[in-house]
């Protein structure tokens, strides 16, 4: 008697019907960031649109799952959050609509809607913890369901959420609500997303000329051997490099007089090359260390392997996870060297 295969999400009209939606909005939001990449609304609205339907293929593979778990919880939690802080980051709504700052503090002062509101959901967070550990006496319940209501809402989703709005705001430019060049955000995205296929490329193409043991089919490319990690590395630099030498006016075919030596192109690529170099190594490990929190994670709450309602990739959750790391630790550092340069200079 043959069985059949389980597969992660049943072929109901629902599912279907959220498959094509996820398609739909995912292939949208790319075409309106190569239309109109220059558009600070444009980023802020792709990557709340991509923290939502992380967050609602979450529910509704817990719910395919029968996992222990509130969906009205997660949605609160996880779906507003990306939009209230990308307003307030941006002050879409008061600068472009209202024409004025809400300001708070002052006698006659109006408080900021968008800050109440951010307060207002951690508050329900904070109050969803407390509910969540006290009202089953049985311990394992209880952690059960802070795992699937809880963590799965914060963790990617308010992480990332609040590194990308961190690093829009320094690219910001109130007056004209555009970007002067690509913001470091969506680049830190792209590095760590091309370190994670660059890593699972080189694991899957070496398999075959390496003993056995000497690779792993994880997709955190933390448990991966070091060839791996250093193909990976070595290959990002170097795409990320060429990137740089077509886009140095060095190279470029229309020189004012004759053009410049090759030692003269030579010293002005070396520095971006090692600068280069060392912010994919930086944003690779960070990227790794996210992934591992990701498959601990879905690990201790029995998620082992489960497929995305977009085809072809893992699950938002898991893209997510690498990102999250990397911009929230390259926005912890940035900020720890400001603060180092205010305290000693």
């Known amino acids: 008697m043959n069985a059949t295969p389980k597969t992660p999400f049943p072929s109901s009209g629902r599912h279907a019907a959220a498959k094509a939606a996820f398609t739909f ?9 190569v239309l109109d990449s220059n558009s600070l609304p444009v980023y802020i ?8 339907m992380a967050t609602l293929e979450w529910s ?10 509130h969906r009205w919880l997660i949605l609160l939690l996880g779906l507003p959050y990306p939009w209230l802080l990308g307003f307030d980051g941006v002050r879409i709504f008061t600068v472009s609509v209202l024409g004025c700052a809400y300001r708070s503090g002052g006698q ?7 800050n109440v509101a951010i307060a207002f959901i951690g508050f329900i967070a904070m109050a969803a913890l407390l509910w969540e550990m006290t009202r089953s006496s049985e ?26 709005i961190a690093i ?13 060049a690509w913001p470091p955000a969506v680049k830190i995205i792209l590095i760590a997303l091309s370190f994670n296929a660059a890593s699972w490329l080189i694991n899957r193409s070496a398999s075959g000329f390496l003993p056995r043991g000497h690779t792993s089919s994880s997709p955190s490319p933390i448990r991966k051997p070091w060839h791996t990690l250093m193909g990976s590395w070595l290959l990002v630099s170097a795409i990320w490099i060429i990137i740089t030498v077509v886009q140095t006016p060095l190279f470029s075919l229309d020189y004012e007089h004759t053009p410049p030596p090759r ?13 280069i170099l060392a912010t994919v190594l930086a944003v690779a490990c960070m990227t790794a260390c996210g992934n591992r929190v990701c498959i601990t994670l879905k690990r201790s709450i029995g998620l082992t392997r489960h497929r995305s309602l977009l085809p072809g990739l893992p699950g938002f ?14 926005q912890l550092l940035n900020t720890a060297e400001r603060l180092f340069h205010y305290i000693f200079t």
């Open 317 to 330: 959750v898991p893209l997510l996870c690498g990102p999250d790391f990397a911009i929230a630790g390259w």
């Open 139 to 164: 311990p394992e319940k209880s952690l059960a369901s802070v795992s699937t209501d809880l963590l799965v809402s914060i963790v990617p989703v308010w992480f990332f959420s609040w590194g990308i």
């Open 60 to 69: 509704l593979l817990l719910e395919e799952k029968k996992k222990l778990c």
């Open 45 to 52: 609205v792709c990557f709340c649109i991509l923290c939502n």
């Open 25 to 33: 909005l995912v292939l949208l939001s790319a075409g309106w960031i």
């Open 263 to 275: 030692i003269e192109i030579l010293r002005a690529l070396l520095p971006q090359s090692l600068t």
């Open 168 to 180: 829009l705001n320094e690219s910001i430019n109130l007056q004209t609500l555009v970007f002067d």
């Open 108 to 114: 006659h002062e109006y408080p900021d809607p968008w």
